[in-house]
């Protein structure tokens, strides 16, 4: 990825869907070797915005609410594969982030890495709580 195609906060153009799925690549990379194996078959999308039956679904308030999801069934449930059972996969939602990335200090790729492992978290089985008392415990 050329990094003078990210743009900083005073800069002429926002992160594409191709740089935030680079930086999500890259992200999944850098965790350990053991880890990555346990995640199994996980697709990573990037999108503009959740579909409108997320927002009603999640009964969020905007489209700027959530900046990705999880959607297949967690690592510990799934045992027997189901029939037509579609792989399960990670949504980054673009638009959300670079908001968020507009609003605080962190980097572009800090903030993606973090929405990443939250929602690996969630492929096992993890709920919100769950990870927020993991994050405590290791700051």
């Given at each position: ?50 579909e409108e039956d ?77 990870m927020e008392d ?6």
């Amino acid at each position: 990825m050329d990094d003078t195609r990210i743009a900083t906060l005073g800069g002429s153009r926002a992160a594409s869907l191709g740089d935030i799925e680079a930086m999500a690549i890259a992200a999944y990379a850098d965790l350990p070797q053991e880890f990555r194996s346990l995640c199994g078959e996980i697709r990573f999308i990037v999108a503009d915005f959740p579909e409108e039956d997320v927002i009603e679904e999640m009964e969020l308030e905007t489209e700027f609410d959530i900046l990705g999801l999880f959607e297949g069934r967690p690592v510990g449930d799934l045992g027997v594969p189901v029939t037509g059972e579609m792989t399960n996969r990670i949504l980054l939602y673009r638009r959300p982030i670079l908001d968020f990335w507009a609003e605080n200090d962190e980097t572009l790729e800090a903030i993606v890495r973090h929405v990443l492992i939250h929602e690996i978290g969630h492929h096992f089985g993890l709920s919100d709580a769950d990870m927020e008392d993991l994050e405590r415990q290791a700051d």
